[in-house]
Structure formats: structure tokens, C-alpha cells
């Protein structure tokens, strides 16, 4: 029986686990909670710190066993409280004093019972006799460095938060990288993005408009692990002036990636055909039709604008096909500059007619 669980609940195993079984787990969690893909996400900074330190104890067979016998206070303490056998002074094998070369530096607050959370502290200046961790991206490296889980694809992973292969010239490297009193941040990998299509009509881009969307997203559940889908309700805001193609961004309400982080959404604005505008940039263009005894002798049509006034539109004859009157600041708004507006364009279309008899030919021909 182990003296508490601490560590191996931070990896999501039993007490019992292999040491494969270990770096499974511990990969599964580094990378599902790293903070490259968790960045408005603390708490997930914070189980990386966690899966990544208590991984450095537990893929070292001494360490492990040392740990299973005294439990994580007296550990960090230096292994005090090891029982007969445990090994040397301080309680370490190999009889270094203190449990290990150079001392341990040692971590406060942690208080005793087994249900209670950890939280880790690296390199505490001045320590002697207590554990000093590493850093958890050091640990992230060497994990990756040294073959990780053996499956196979981990130079990929390992280059998604590095730009690079482990075994090659950047594998020395932390994504953290010091510079006098500074650290510097290594390339960020991509977040996938998932675009879906959101119809709205012209009326909607002309007024702008609230919308509620409700989306499935895949999730892990935190207590199993096990998939999850749930549904979210999105507000999504219509600007007035928005064209299609238009991008409304939400990041981070996807689908959650099993490396980690959250997918980002892009709605993309589709314009729904209208029954008489068609839109041009921030104009609308109108069709009038007329027959040709219309065009040639006059013609009056009532025309509606995209908000709902009215004009009337009257010619006396003829009219041209093609023929177009323009009404100024009657078309759609600018998403930008929703003060400014385009102009309503109406043009005419002639409809000829498909036979004309011989009498009809000669009566034109006269007239014209």
C-alpha cells in the first residue's frame, strides 16, 4: 500500500501502473493541458505544471518507490519518515544527505491528508533538504527528447509547441528561452479553426440584427476523460453593412482537441437572393421591366426602397433598354461608416416581342 495518491491522481492512474502505463498518461495530460493551447485557460497551466512534476518523480524507479513509502510531504522534505531500509541518510538511496546531490528545495504549504490538491514550486532559492523540481516544460522536452510514449508520432507532436523535432538542433531548447532578465516565447502552434455559414437576408444586413445559435461542441468530461457532447448557445451580433463573406470570430467554443485547447468558431455572413435587389458593394440594383409599347409611349411604376419608402418613377417615352435612374443614399449601410450609405440603382429591361405578323411589320414601319 502506497503512503498516499497524490501524484498518481495528477495523471489519472492507479498506484499500481506500469511505468509504460505512466508515460501514457503523462502525455495524455501534457499535452491535452498545455499552455500553447490553453492560453485563456489557467487552471490548465496549472494541471500541466502538476502531470509534468509529478511525472518527474514517478518515471524515476527510485524515486517512485521512495515516494510509495513516505508519501509526497516527507518526500520533499528530504525523504524524513522513510521506513527502516529506505535507503541512506535523509532517506534517499545512494545515502546522499538530504535524499539527493545538492539537497532538496523544499515546497511549503502542502498539509497533510490524501485528498487534498499539490501545487509545485520550482527551484526555491536557498534550499536544503528539500526537492527542487523542474521546470515542467524542461520535463515536456526531455519527455519527448528521450522517445516519449514510443508511438510513434511524437517529433509531429513535439514540433506543433516547438517548431522543431526533439532530436534535432532545437531539442536543447525550452519554449522558454532566457535572455538577460527576460524570457522569450517560442512560435505558437495554429488553434484549428471550424467555419460554419449563417444566412441572413438583405433586410438583416440592412438593420443588423441579434442572433442566438446554438452549437454542439465535443468536450472531455474532467472527472473520466471519457467524450462528451454539449450544447452552447451563442449571441451573435449582425452589424449593420455586413457582406457576405463577412467573418464573425468566437475563439475557443469548439470542439475540444484531444492534444489540447479548444477549437475556434467563424460564422461566414451568406446573403440570401433577393426578390428585387441585388446588391453591389454598398448599392442595390433594381429591375423594371417594361413591354415595348411601354417603352416606346411611357411608362409609371412605383418604386420600394430596402427600408420601406416609396417613390414613383415615371418616363414618357421612349426608354432605352439599360436605362437606369439612380437614387442617392438609398442602398445599404457600411458596416464601418453606418452613416453612409449607397445608392438604390434602377434599370430598365425591355421585352421584346417573340413574332410580329406582316400587318404589325408594316404598321411599324410606317410609324417608325
Not at 519527448?144 to 538542433?169: H, R
Not at 441579434?210 to 471519457?226: A, H, V
Not at 451580433?237 to 463577412?246: C, R, V
Not at 438609398?330 to 449607397?342: I, V
Request: contains cysteine.
Amino acid at each position: 500500500m502506497v503512503a498516499d495518491t497524490k501524484l498518481y491522481d495528477a495523471l489519472g492512474i492507479a498506484p499500481t501502473a506500469s511505468q509504460d502505463e505512466i508515460k501514457k498518461a503523462y502525455r495524455k495530460a501534457a499535452l491535452k493541458n498545455h499552455p500553447d493551447k490553453n492560453k485563456d485557460n489557467p487552471a490548465a497551466g496549472e494541471k500541466f505544471k502538476e502531470c509534468s512534476q509529478a511525472y518527474e518523480i514517478l518515471q524515476d524507479p527510485e524515486k517512485r518507490k521512495l515516494y510509495d513509502q513516505v508519501g509526497l510531504e516527507d518526500f520533499l522534505n528530504g525523504g524524513r519518515g522513510a521506513p527502516p531500509g529506505a535507503g541512506g541518510p535523509g532517506g534517499m538511496p545512494g545515502g546522499f544527505a538530504g535524499g539527493m546531490p545538492g539537497g532538496f528545495a523544499g515546497m511549503p504549504d502542502l498539509g497533510g491528508g490524501g485528498t487534498r490538491s499539490f501545487h509545485f514550486s520550482t527551484g526555491v532559492p536557498g534550499g536544503g533538504g528539500g526537492f527542487s523540481f523542474s521546470n515542467p516544460e524542461s520535463i515536456f522536452s526531455n519527455f519527448f527528447k528521450q522517445g516519449g510514449a514510443g508511438l510513434g508520432d511524437d517529433d509531429d507532436i513535439y514540433a506543433q509547441f516547438t517548431g522543431g523535432s526533439p532530436m534535432g538542433a532545437g531539442a536543447e531548447r525550452s519554449r522558454y528561452r532566457s535572455s538577460g532578465a527576460g524570457r522569450r516565447r517560442a512560435r505558437t502552434p495554429e488553434v484549428t479553426t471550424v467555419e460554419k455559414p449563417l444566412p441572413l437576408t438583405l433586410e438583416e444586413l440592412f438593420t443588423g440584427t441579434k442572433k442566438k445559435m446554438k452549437i454542439k461542441r465535443k468536450t472531455f468530461d474532467d472527472g473520466s476523460g471519457k467524450r462528451k457532447v454539449e450544447d452552447k448557445i451563442l449571441d451573435v451580433e449582425i452589424k449593420p453593412g455586413y457582406k457576405a463573406g463577412t467573418k464573425i470570430k468566437y475563439r475557443g467554443v469548439g470542439d475540444q482537441e484531444e492534444e489540447g485547447g479548444t477549437q475556434d468558431l467563424h460564422f461566414i455572413v451568406q446573403e440570401k437572393p433577393h426578390a428585387l435587389y441585388k446588391r453591389e458593394d454598398a448599392n442595390l440594383r433594381m429591375f423594371v421591366e417594361l413591354d415595348l409599347k411601354e417603352a416606346l409611349t411611357g411608362w409609371t411604376r412605383t418604386i420600394p426602397t430596402i427600408e420601406g419608402k416609396k417613390f414613383t418613377l415615371s418616363k414618357s417615352g421612349p426608354t432605352g433598354p439599360g436605362y437606369t435612374e439612380r437614387y442617392p443614399h438609398q442602398g445599404m449601410p457600411s458596416s464601418k461608416q453606418p452613416t453612409e450609405r449607397g445608392d438604390m440603382i434602377v434599370e430598365v429591361k425591355v421585352k421584346f416581342p417573340t413574332s410580329l405578323t406582316v400587318a404589325q411589320k408594316s404598321h411599324l414601319k410606317d410609324i417608325l
